[in-house]
């Protein structure tokens, strides 16, 4: 996005505020009502909710994490830069593979306490894996769930350590206050807490991920290293890390209503047909022929009709409105008592938003029989974005995926 073609940059900084970071004295959070929602029906309330389109940055300084963005695809602009999670938190509980960033929301409150807020969604690239992530997550609130897709919440407070208190100015002056912890030179996601006992010059989070990097060139490159002056590498020039992560989009917030008219820009009109032509046409009509029940049919045509006016649409975002999600299938989605507590505080939680497979189409997910892909991916975070405990509070994702009956 140009942001000097934008007029006042709080716009982009606020992402999914519901005030401008200016604004210090707003009305209380209005939070959803767990008592009263009804996980089991797509009769969706007729409130106004927010949705997330992908682009890609005209500049790319912009998605580093000063500027707090909202992102889809290449390496997290992690909030608290230190403190980030490390041991199983960062493993697929089901391979064992470091995890792969997909998407995070700047989500901020009202809150002191969440004046900076991000939501951070992780996932296995393995189809199998997500696959056994499903099953898993029927067995309701396991002491030790196994799950293959993660989402993290992190707030800080407007004054803290790592950021001024004062608004960004949206140009290249911007810095954040300190360094973070260094990454893994493969994946550029996580903590590099191993070296390469050769060099000592490169970092891994993770015995695999220095493996690939060995294989991938680093054998040639070691030896080299070993007799080099150190430089500090930036995750931005991680030549190795942006081979293994999915292509990186900036996420635009734009609210539902505005969709809700013909007259979609030209950029808009070429996306929408792209995704109707690559994806609609050759997948979404021909699941809609093999339902075997009219529930399915029937939860079908009434997604597509929601996402009719934005096709292009990869995220909606449900928090403080009495919205639900929409479920592309019947079969699959969660009911009240599944959603657990909070695992931190014990309280709520509250559909934060759902995540499209619109978003398989721009991260070139290839259309193939063990390819990655779900039917709706809906994150939950604790109702009142709690302050205990670790810096990355994990919280709960439903995984819905579409199986077809056997004929």
């Not at 697929?92 to 700047?106: H, T």
Request: net charge negative; charged share 25%.
């Amino acid at each position: 996005m140009d942001f000097n073609a934008i007029g006042d940059p709080t716009n982009k900084l606020k992402g999914l505020r519901i005030s401008s970071l200016d604004d210090d004295d707003g009305d209380e959070e209005v939070l959803i009502d767990n008592e009263h929602e009804d996980y089991d029906s797509n009769d969706e309330e007729e409130d106004p909710i927010t949705l997330g389109f992908v682009e890609k940055p005209k500049n790319n300084w912009c998605l580093q994490r000063q500027y707090f963005p909202s992102k889809a695809g290449g390496g997290p602009a992690w909030l608290d830069p230190v403190n980030i999670p490390s041991g199983r938190s960062c493993m697929c509980d089901i391979c064992g593979e470091p995890l792969q960033f997909l998407l995070q929301v700047y989500a901020p409150t009202e809150k002191e306490n969440t004046f900076h807020r991000m939501l951070f969604v992780f996932m296995c690239p393995s189809m199998k894996c997500l696959l056994r992530d499903q099953h898993e997550q029927w067995k309701r609130h396991p002491n030790k769930p196994s799950r293959s897709v993660k989402v993290f919440r992190c707030q800080l407070p407007r004054d803290n350590t790592f950021y001024s208190s004062e608004r960004p100015k949206f140009n290249v002056s911007d810095k954040p206050v300190g360094s973070g912890a260094a990454l893994c030179d493969w994946c550029g996601t996580w903590k590099g807490d191993k070296l390469c006992s050769s060099c000592r010059q490169v970092r891994y989070c993770s015995d695999k991920h220095q493996v690939r990097h060995w294989r991938s060139g680093h054998k040639i490159a070691c030896p080299r290293m070993k007799v080099s002056t150190h430089t500090a590498i930036s995750v931005g020039s991680r030549k190795d890390a942006s081979n293994a992560l999915w292509p990186e989009f900036e996420i635009i917030i734009e609210d539902e209503s505005d969709n809700n008219n013909t007259d979609i820009s030209e950029s808009k009109a070429l996306t929408s047909s792209l995704i109707s032509k690559n994806r609609n046409d050759d997948i979404m009509n021909s699941i809609l022929d093999s339902f075997q029940g009219d529930d399915d049919k029937k939860s079908w045509v009434y997604f597509q009709e929601r996402i009719a006016s934005a096709p292009e649409q990869i995220l909606r975002y449900y928090r403080n409105t009495n919205a639900r999600p929409i479920w592309p299938v019947s079969s699959g989605r969660p009911s009240k008592a599944d959603i657990p507590k909070c695992s931190h505080c014990g309280g709520s939680m509250c559909c934060e938003f759902q995540i499209l497979p619109q978003l398989l189409y721009y991260l070139g997910v290839d259309n193939e029989a063990d390819s990655m892909d779900w039917a709706s991916i809906v994150v939950y975070t604790c109702e009142a974005s709690c302050d205990l405990g670790v810096a990355y509070k994990e919280e709960y994702a439903w995984v819905q995926i579409y199986l077809p009956s056997p004929t």
